[in-house]
């Protein structure tokens, strides 16, 4: 989907102020070159179409022959859990340090015991969890006991699966962690220029065996020669990344002369195209291993948006509401004081449930439920319409609302709110189209609305679609 000048330009800003100095080294595409990418992509996808399923709001593909881990990620319900920061590889492409014996940790809250993780798993209703690094095996006690505790309360109901280089796998640990309960295994062949020596050892004993890479443009002929060899050595999934710039490997990345993409972060151009043209070439070949091409966007907005959902509703009030892209909502009217009072006193005489409205802070504000939406006399009144995120801390801030969610003996996780947006004030007609495409209808206006903040709004209420935009 293609960005307005004015979120472009706010993009461009975020991305120079997270480099600084070092952000006039990076080669960002000319219109010309952003233009033959985009047709370049273009063709990619008309040659796929028909043939993959393209998911998530076009930021997936193909989603015909997604891994179990995959699907649930996809669906929301995976916790990705880093069971220690250090590694003992140095890719050029890893996007942190991987330095540090951290304690296991998700969403920066860490989890000391396997038992206080699995009833976090258990309070926000997980259906998948993961054990990542850094490199899980340089602390195969640890991962083990996480994974034992997860699939012993669990069973089947939890799909456990564990990300590693594969470098210090071996026929006993891989026996081990298959007595566990690991469900799937996860090698970036990346780190060991692409052997598989290690992975055919996991073959036969972990149910799952899936490759997970970033797609790296300088080695899409050695993949290529690779799918064969990978689905023989029983590879059932290919996961493909776009590669994305951290501060961590900006002078690794940059010294290759990559085409890099503004964005909510800096991702790298020719890495997308590199998976596109990767999966076309399977197809082409028939050869008979899923690729899947995860793309930053989707990462950046249905992970995120998993989150939201799923922290949002331990702290939205009863007359708010959380979005499809999982911020909560609230409906703010607008009017005199008088105006309030009667409408209050019509809710009243109606019998509307008082969780379903709220007074405001002042006389002239009352906060209402969509469900209310029908009762409202609009010739009274204009509309606030606010949106928020939440986050998961270890802590409180204490400069935002917050609730504290127990899991485990002795152990809480915090879920705080912020504002994500300033408010939105419709009046009129606007008011109208607002109820009708995101409360009522859910269409999309057409060129004979004059809905102006249709655009403003969609980011929060559905979200974007379609993958990165060129610039």
């Keep these: 989907m293609a960005r307005s000048a004015k979120d472009r330009s706010r993009l461009m800003a975020g991305n120079e102020r997270e480099y600084g100095e070092r952000y006039a080294q990076l080669t960002f595409p000319t219109a010309s070159t952003a233009q033959h990418a985009l047709a370049r992509r273009t063709e990619l996808l008309q040659a796929l179409a028909g043939r993959v399923a393209v998911g998530y709001g076009g930021t997936k593909l193909d989603c015909n022959g997604l ?4 699907r649930i990620c996809a669906e929301g319900g995976w916790s990705c859990l880093f069971i220690t920061g250090r590694c003992n590889c140095r890719c050029f492409y890893c996007p942190t340090a991987q330095t540090e014996n951290d304690l296991p940790t998700t969403n920066t809250v860490d989890f000391r015991t396997p038992a206080d993780f699995v009833g976090y798993l258990e ?29 012993k309360h669990f069973g089947a109901r939890m799909h456990v699966w564990l990300y590693t280089n594969g470098t210090l796998a071996n026929d006993e640990l891989l026996r081990r962690f298959r007595d566990a309960g690991l469900d799937e295994i996860r090698f970036d062949i990346g780190a060991t220029d692409y052997h598989l020596d290690k992975l055919r050892l ?14 790296i443009p300088e080695d899409l002929s050695r993949l290529k020669d690779k799918l064969v060899e990978m689905r023989e050595a029983g590879v059932a999934h290919l996961n493909l990344h776009q590669m994305r710039l951290t501060p961590y490997n900006f002078e690794h990345l940059v010294s290759r002369g990559y085409t890099f993409l503004h964005g909510e972060k800096v991702t790298v151009l020719e890495s997308e195209l590199t998976a596109l043209e990767l999966l076309r070439f399977g197809l082409d070949r028939n050869i008979d291993l899923p690729v899947n091409y995860c793309s930053f966007v989707f990462k950046n907005r249905y ?14 009030k009863g007359y708010e509401t959380l979005t499809e892209n999982g911020y909560i909502r609230s409906l703010t009217l607008l009017g005199s004081p008088e105006a309030v009072t009667r409408q209050m006193e019509a809710f009243t005489r109606q019998a509307v449930d008082k969780d379903l409205w709220s007074k405001g802070g002042s006389r002239g504000k009352l906060l209402i439920h969509p469900r209310l939406w029908g009762l409202i006399d609009w010739n009274d009144f204009s509309l606030l319409v606010g949106y928020s995120s939440t986050r998961q801390q270890a802590s409180m801030s204490y400069r935002n609302p917050f609730v504290s969610v127990p899991v485990h003996a002795g152990k809480a996780v915090i879920i705080e709110r912020a504002r994500a947006v300033a408010d939105f004030e419709l009046r009129g007609e606007d008011c109208e189209s607002y109820g009708k495409f995101f409360l009522i209808d859910g269409k999309q206006p057409d060129k004979r609305d004059k809905f102006t903040l ?18």
């Design 123 to 151: 309070r926000f209703g997980f259906s998948g969890a993961s054990i990542s690094g850094g490199e899980p095996l340089l602390s195969p006690k640890r991962s083990l006991a996480y994974v034992r505790a997860v699939k």
């Design 202 to 215: 996991a073959a036969g004993v972990i149910p799952t065996v899936t490759v997970e890479i970033p797609a």
């Design 454 to 471: 249709w655009a403003e709004l969609l980011p929060f209420e559905r979200g974007l679609q379609g993958l990165q935009d060129y610039f």
């Design 67 to 70: 891994s179990p881990g995959c």
């Design 303 to 316: 992970q995120a948006r998993a989150a939201r959902l799923r922290n949002g509703c331990f702290i939205m």
